[in-house]
């Protein structure tokens, strides 16, 4: 049973589209995050949702639309995509807001051509 | 402004032999540390980690040694196996809050049989 799942795996697009990568995990947890990992292979996190409410936002742009539709689930909706946003975007979970252990979804690849 | 850093990409050791991964942080209030493997075109999955309460934890053959004065932890693998080889991710916290789990940029691991 996979724990965190996330879809698609992999995402081509063109500039100036709008996309989405859904997440969800089975693991019970109350936190759920999106990170990015970028072409410097740094992890940064974008943002975090406890019990569907945001608890993190890291100054990210506001084409990046969060969305909680229960606890098990965590949607990255992208609008306008730019050439920038072509990075491995990663989702995890967690039972805890902090010192807790973060379980990561296999990443989804997105390349903006 | 790099909170924590693994200042080796990349290490090479042979099957058997200890690996010793590296990871210096700067953020003193970081009091939770995690040590997180990632294999390629996966996500990470979390390993072992550690409280500022403790110098050393250790689980099987993965030991992480935490050093607070000198804001420095390591994670020695022995023996190590050719099954080690992935990107090992050092990742610092601040129980106690909705602080986010802050990445090195990883350090390349690979056993040679």
């Known amino acids: 049973d996979t724990a965190v799942s996330q879809t698609p795996k992999y995402l081509v697009t063109q500039m100036g589209n709008d996309k989405s990568i859904k997440c969800e995990q089975n693991?019970?947890?109350?936190?759920m995050y999106w990170y990015k990992q970028d072409s410097k292979k740094f992890l940064k996190i974008m943002f975090s949702?406890?019990?569907?409410?945001?608890?993190i936002n890291e100054t990210v742009p506001n084409r990046f639309s969060p969305k909680s539709p229960d606890k098990a689930h965590l949607n990255l909706h992208i609008n306008s995509l730019e050439l920038g946003d072509s990075a491995v975007y990663f989702c995890?979970?967690?039972?805890?807001?902090?010192?807790?252990?973060?379980?990561f979804g296999p990443g989804t690849r997105l390349t903006v051509l | 402004d790099q909170q924590v850093k693994q200042n080796s990409p990349s290490l090479s050791v042979q099957e058997g032999r200890i690996s010793i991964l590296n990871c210096d942080y700067t953020?003193?209030?970081?009091?939770?540390f995690l040590w997180y493997k990632k294999y390629p075109a996966e996500g990470p999955t979390f390993l072992i980690s550690?409280?500022?309460?403790?110098d050393k934890n250790e689980d099987g053959r993965f030991t992480v040694f935490l050093n607070k004065s000198a804001k420095h932890l390591s994670l020695h693998i022995v023996p190590s196996q050719p099954g080690d080889s992935a990107v090992y991710f050092c990742?610092?916290?601040?129980?106690?809050?909705?602080?986010?789990?802050?990445f090195g940029k990883g350090t390349k691991l690979t056993v040679n049989p």
């Open positions: 550690i409280s500022s309460i403790k």
């Open positions: 995890a979970s967690s039972q805890l807001t902090s010192g807790d252990t973060q379980y």
């Open positions: 693991l019970g947890h109350d936190t």
């Open positions: 990742a610092a916290h601040s129980q106690g809050g909705s602080e986010k789990l802050v």
């Open positions: 949702y406890n019990n569907k409410e945001l608890i």
């Open positions: 953020n003193s209030m970081f009091d939770y």
